[in-house]
């Protein structure tokens, strides 16, 4: 898995390095005028930013669950994207046997370093290749109904190193606007959720979040 990781995100650097030479050809070619999107066009411009809001789908444990994130991003000639990031998730609350039946759900979050190499970016509809590298921090909670509101209790919790390279579909609707749709691979370090009795039975695998996201974003500002 570790050598996957590590090819993956290689890859991810030798595209980075294309793009920008294909960009750059690209300018010179069509001059400065060259940003293009869906609904207007615009001149090109060297450095932009943008704040975006995430939403999807992954699985922790084998339950779905619903992914949230945000990203605030410095871009480079419409190509390379530096920035920091951070996402959260929560499962569906399920009785566990080993707890008198009671519901417990997974919940947490990570987030840390964002780069990523956009193909074409200045084009209506382009590629782009984020990585996301940093830690995080998930529990095993209690979720108890009573009096119109919920009790959270943990039984477990554990911090862990996250990876995360990705692939997004992006289309530049406006010039402050973009829309992507994507999937990413989630590799984090072992996580060992353990119950809190003498037996310290463990509460699920320690690759327990590696896996696939799925989502959209949504991405304001100067591209």
């Known amino acids: 898995m570790k050598r996957t990781i590590i090819t993956i995100l290689t890859l991810s650097l030798a595209v980075s390095l294309i793009s920008i030479k294909s960009n750059a050809q690209d300018a010179g070619r069509y001059g400065n005028d060259n940003y293009q999107t869906l609904l207007s066009r615009d001149r090109c411009l060297s450095h932009g930013f943008y704040g975006g809001f995430e939403f999807g789908y992954t699985e922790v444990a ?4 619903l992914l949230t994130g945000f990203t ?3 871009v480079v000639d419409h190509t390379i994207e530096l920035g920091i990031t951070g996402k959260g998730f929560a499962t569906n609350p399920l009785p566990d046997i080993l707890l008198q039946n009671q519901n417990y ?9 964002h780069v990523a190499a956009n193909i074409f970016g200045y084009k209506p509809i ?12 998930i529990s095993y909670i209690r979720s108890q109904y009573s009096n119109f509101y919920d009790d959270f209790y943990p039984e477990s919790y554990y911090a862990f190193f996250v990876v995360e390279p990705g692939i997004e579909l992006q289309f530049n609707m406006t010039r402050f606007f973009r829309l992507s749709a994507g999937v990413s691979y989630r590799y984090t370090s072992d996580i060992y959720l353990i119950y809190s009795n003498t037996s310290a039975q463990p509460v699920a695998s320690p690759s327990i979040l590696r896996g696939i996201n799925m989502g959209i974003k949504l991405k304001f500002g100067r591209f």
């Open 62 to 65: 084998k339950r779905s669950s």
């Open 72 to 74: 605030l991003a410095w």
């Open 105 to 113: 759900l997974y919940t947490g979050g990570y987030g840390g370093l």
């Open 126 to 137: 382009n590629i782009s290749f984020p990585v996301t590298i940093g830690a995080g921090g």
